[in-house]
């Protein structure tokens, strides 16, 4: 996703939050992602890529979804939502100088234990 535009990961995050919740809207996805309502429509008026902020928000609230959602297609919608996020997570913070991401793969081999997403700084 990383090597197109920003807006097009936007576009991908919107479908794909569709998917998961069928009636969304963008004031419910401004919330979704911890701003105000008119938070999701002000960035696609600008072309404004959503914060670093915004998307840790969301994926809290994907976690917390999960956590009560008992439909197996809405859980796989959620958990595909989940993985864009955190893979744009991963680039965005490898972009930045000095940074280190370990992926969940190597984190289980180093710890044996999983962890949402981990970043190291030096």
Known sequence: MHENTAEAFEFTLYEQA???????TVRQFSKMLGKSSG????LQAQGLPVSNHALTHLLD???SRLIITKSRTQCDSLRGLKRLIQEELRYRFSQLPGSEIVSEEERLQQTGFPMPFVLQTY
């Open 39 to 42: 938070y999701w429509s002000s």
């Open 18 to 24: 569709l998917r998961a919740f069928p009636q969304l």
């Open 61 to 63: 609230c994907l976690d």
